[in-house]
């Protein structure tokens, strides 16, 4: 693939040219006169998203109430139909996914359900040291809730190089302490994509449950939970799978766990037939819907409807084939033109291709911070710092072009050669 890029402007223009996703990028709105390279923290509004937003909000102008039975896409279902349209996304069966809550409060919900060290000797929990601070933090509560010491029972996983994490040593540490596992499917920083395969399957032969916090690769990667043994998972909407703001998060189940209780019961989660009998005695639906805890968050699920849409039809396997085009383009100019002095950059993100997510991390050491405001203040370009040294930047295939990656490199050399980081 490297062997067909070079460093003119026309190659950017004829990759463009060749681009079977080009004709997505008109469905979404664009900032004006921007190059947005962050949809890896939130992805853009596309039409689909806004039009399903505004049907949501019609249905609730028209209906009031009612809209919980009688709207087109009944409310009170939409949990479950929006888990049943992003199943595929993912290998799973439609039961196995829900719409609902948010990602940290999903993490909670999921490990109240899996992680229960008073059963045996098994009492901590394998995470890692370049996990996205909110999984760590609900990790620590989770185990100061069960009366232990997260010094002792929370495991992270070293990282040798301060950007990865060696598959091998997460498996090598599978020992009979662990009561848990819960890993990202991606680092936020450098992007790397774990091969949950691999991981997942020496969890299971160990018989310690895995869960995955998708959000770095859900919508840019495919999954297939079900045949890797995946026992939960949970990612965000807003990220690669353009939802919005906040947008209502996702939960995976394998249905072999179907029956579990619900580490955190809540009325949605109860037999979706029953559910207003209003009996006291909590019986959850045996889906992942059981695992609901609120009334539906409508308002925050519509876009996602529109925006799935989106994605399905463009279909997730056409997605990771031009994001990793698109990220291998990037990486292959940062090394052409900004490797050398006085540039000094470096790709922070594995190089190969199976290894990594959806951005790419471009470090500098000494002005990655002001490389970033003056990328956004001088040329309107989006994307975001990382620390210490990280610029990171998203390539999206349903919205970026080739071409804006070519620009971006060329004003990342023009702040460089011109000093113009020390202006902002
Ligand atoms: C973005 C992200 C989150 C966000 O958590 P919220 O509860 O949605 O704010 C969690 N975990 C990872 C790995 C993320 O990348």
């Avoid at 993912?90 to 919900?109: R, W, Y």
């Avoid at 979706?272 to 009998?277: N, R, V, W």
């Avoid at 699920?301 to 990793?324: F, Q």
């Amino acid at each position: 693939m490297i062997t067909t890029f070079n460093t003119s402007e026309q190659c950017a223009l004829d990759l463009d040219s060749k681009d079977s996703l080009a004709k997505f990028r008109k469905r979404f709105y664009i900032p004006q006169d921007t190059i947005y390279l962050d949809g890896n923290s939130l992805g853009l509004l596309s039409k689909e998203a806004e039009h399903s937003l505004l049907r949501v909000i019609d249905e609730w102008k028209e209906l009031g109430i009612l809209g919980w039975f009688k709207s087109d896409k009944s409310w009170f279902y939409f949990g479950e139909d929006l888990g049943a349209l992003a199943a595929p996304l993912v290998g799973a069966e439609p039961t196995e996914v829900i719409a609902t809550g948010t990602t940290t409060v999903n993490l909670h919900s999921l490990v109240s359900t899996f992680y229960n060290p008073k059963d045996d000797k098994r009492t901590k929990i394998i995470a890692d040291e370049l996990d996205f601070p909110t999984d760590i933090y609900a990790l620590e509560s989770q185990i100061k809730l069960r009366g232990l010491n997260p010094k002792d029972h929370l495991v992270l996983i070293p990282s040798e190089d301060g950007r990865t994490i060696d598959e091998e040593r997460v498996i090598e540490r599978m020992k009979d302490d662990v009561a848990l596992i819960l890993l990202p499917s991606a680092l936020y920083r450098s992007g790397q994509l774990f091969d949950m395969e691999l991981i997942t399957k020496a969890a299971n032969e160990r018989r310690i449950p895995i869960g995955w916090d998708c959000s770095h690769s859900v919508g840019v990667v495919p999954h297939r939970f079900d045949e890797w043994g995946v026992d939960f998972a949970f990612w965000c909407s807003y990220k690669y799978l353009n939802s919005g703001p906040g947008g209502t998060g996702f939960l995976y189940l394998n249905k072999k766990h179907f029956e579990k209780e619900p580490g955190l019961a809540g009325w949605f989660g109860y037999e979706k037939d029953k559910q207003f009998d209003m009996s006291l005695d909590f019986r959850h639906a045996k889906s992942a819907g059981g695992w609901q805890i609120s009334s539906s968050n409508i308002l925050c699920s519509a876009p996602i409807e529109g925006s799935l849409n989106l994605t399905l039809e463009a279909g997730i396997d056409n997605i990771r084939r031009k994001s990793v085009k698109l990220t291998s383009y990037l990486i292959y100019l940062v090394d052409e033109v900004l490797s050398i002095e006085p540039y000094n950059f470096k790709i922070g993100t594995p190089r190969n291709p199976e290894k990594r997510s959806g951005h790419i991390a471009i470090e500098h050491d000494t002005e990655a911070q002001r490389i970033v405001d003056c990328l956004n203040i001088k040329y309107n370009v989006i994307s975001d710092f990382r620390p210490p040294s990280v610029v990171r930047l998203a390539p999206i295939a349903l919205y970026n072009t080739y071409h804006e990656i070519w620009l971006v490199v060329q004003y990342l050399k023009k702040i460089i050669d011109n000093n113009e980081y020390s202006e902002v």
